[in-house]
């Protein structure tokens, strides 16, 4: 389960296919129908043995799809669902089901009677529910000008294999055309993910060096040779961390140029501690600036930060950033 779901996701790109033989005479989306056969091999022989409502599934995908919120507290309590159906009544299934095929046993009587796949809390219908709406958020993902006609065919097509080997035969697309489908994809996505990295890179550049000549001009801060920004908030004591090997004792707050934190000890409630030479540059240098017991606002460029490659998720490619460190300690003792 987790895997087509994952599989699913992963792959979206927009490619018509017009397939030959009997039954590939109708053009199709590649994509979508390549999806669709994905689900739908999987239902018809990865998990045959659930006997799932097939009409329940198909239900709950399609509204999914049409009216669920990927960002949405439905989709976290379906993961939750899916997980809990799958550690208490799915696995015990499946070790039992497995311990029964290695046995060997020409007395199947005497093995472990197989658990149900279902019970009170996890009906029949249940789980076909999860399963559709869990397909419907996988499809709904997809980044992709898709058909879902084409994948509802697909999975028809998939439910009517007696065999997974008369798949190449009977479907409208063939093993290598649906995994050509995928690759086809996968390269399109590589594509865009490259070409949205380097306008961000271009844009951030920009923009963060705006936002630095900005700061610079505000009183009180100061500009090293490095182009290191910083404002001394509160003076310290005349203790300074003056080696790149010294470890100092500090809360902070980091935030982006445009005032999103995205790391805090305030939050996590407790500072932190590490050496001057396992962090940015920026920091290494900024660290040396203020005396125990002081604050300062540090603004560093990208290039004395995280550089070109960013820090995924929160922190993009050529990012400038603004910490605000109180030193509570230059090399505390254990």
């Known amino acids: 389960m ?16 017009t397939g030959c033989g009997s039954n590939r005479s109708k053009q199709i989306d590649s994509l979508s129908y390549a999806i669709g056969v994905d689900l739908g091999m999987n ?9 799932l409502d097939r009409d329940v599934i198909i239900a709950n995908l399609k509204d999914f799809y049409k009216n669920g919120d990927l960002e949405g507290e439905e989709v976290q309590q ?8 799958q550690f208490t009544v799915l696995m015990p299934f499946m070790n039992t089901k497995r311990m029964r095929e290695m046995s060997g046993s020409d007395q199947p009587d005497t ?3 197989l658990p149900p796949v279902f ?18 958020a996988a499809v709904k993902s997809v980044d992709a000008d898709i058909v879902l006609k084409d994948i ?3 999975m028809d097509d998939a439910f009517a294999l007696e065999s997974v080997e008369l798949a190449d035969s009977l479907l409208r697309m063939n ?6 489908a995928f690759a086809n994809h996968s390269k399109r996505m590589q594509e865009k993910a490259a070409a949205e990295f380097a306008k961000a890179k271009e844009e951030n550049a920009a923009a963060s060096a705006k936002w630095l000549e900005e700061v610079e001009a505000q009183e009180g801060v100061v500009k090293t040779a490095s182009g290191l ?17 010294d470890v100092v004792k500090v809360d902070y707050e980091g935030k982006t140029r445009t005032g999103e934190v995205f790391d805090s000890s305030y939050e996590r409630g407790e500072p932190i501690s590490f050496a001057l030479n396992r962090v940015i540059s920026g920091w290494t240098e900024g660290m040396k600036l203020v005396g125990e017991g002081g604050q300062i606002t540090l603004w560093i460029p990208s290039e004395l930060a995280y550089k070109e490659r960013g820090s995924a998720p929160k922190i993009g490619p050529n990012e400038a950033l603004e910490f605000k460190v109180e030193l509570h300690k230059v090399n505390p003792e254990e």
């Open 2 to 17: 987790k895997k087509v779901i994952l599989f699913v996701v992963a792959v979206a790109t927009l490619l018509s296919v």
């Open 229 to 245: 920004l910083y404002r001394i908030d509160r003076e310290g004591n005349d203790v300074f961390a003056t080696e790149d090997t």
């Open 78 to 85: 379906l993961r939750n669902d899916m997980m809990q159906y």
């Open 111 to 113: 093995l472990p009677a």
């Open 152 to 154: 509802l065919g697909a």
């Open 175 to 180: 093993t290598q055309q649906i995994n050509q």
């Open 119 to 136: 019970n009170e809390e996890f009906t029949r219908e249940r789980v076909s529910t999860m399963i559709g709406k869990n397909f419907g």
């Open 43 to 51: 239902l018809r022989f990865g998990m045959e043995d659930l006997d």
